[in-house]
């Protein structure tokens, strides 16, 4: 059983800065720590490990040094849905691909939109006003989208998978 609320965890993360500081300049390198699930006897050691691994991979290119899984759960679990479509790239086929074929043939912004309007969570003023163009505008290319596509953004699911395939398709990491 997890006992998050151990104080023990806030000095596993304060003892693994400080190690990194003395140990950064005689090394001279990059140091990163991460501070894995803890949890009440022996047998969760693996799953500690593997979610202490599953954090030093969200840390990699980020700068920053340590965290524990905690502060990182929603990358970790990003992390896991993004490896898991790799071995299972079906995950990824649907309604986007056709905003994705159509934005890089056509060098539309349909996806772009697509995300602003999610990230939004539908608040058409603020999702024109990160995209730079006028509220009609917006809804224009969003009606236009969901008619392309066949996309129902009124349908909670739907809107959940597609919100899902942008954060873990390539799309995240500039491919398309």
Do not use: C, W
Not at 63 to 84: D, H, K, P
Not at 131 to 156: E, I, M, Q, W
Request: net charge negative.
């Amino acid at each position: 059983m997890a006992d998050d609320a151990d104080p023990d965890r806030a000095r596993l993360a304060t003892l693994a800065s400080d190690v990194i500081e003395r140990v950064r300049g005689p090394a001279r390198s990059e140091l990163t720590a991460a501070v894995g699930a803890t949890m009440a006897g022996l047998q969760h050691i693996l799953v500690s490990r593997q979610a202490a691994d599953q954090v030093l991979r969200v840390l990699s290119g980020t700068g920053r040094q340590v965290a524990a899984v905690e502060e990182v759960r929603s990358e970790t679990i990003l992390l896991a849905l993004r490896e898991y479509a790799r071995r299972d790239p079906q995950l990824l086929e649907g309604k986007l691909g056709a905003l994705v074929e159509h934005d890089r043939t056509r060098h539309s912004a349909f996806v772009e939109t697509l995300r602003a309007y999610l990230d939004a969570f539908g608040d058409i003023p603020s999702a024109a006003a990160a995209t730079g163009v006028h509220p009609n505008t917006f809804r224009y290319r969003l009606r236009r989208l969901s008619s392309l596509a066949d996309l129902r953004l009124d349908d909670p699911v739907e809107r959940l998978v597609t919100e899902l395939q942008l954060h873990i398709g390539d799309l995240d990491e500039g491919g398309a």
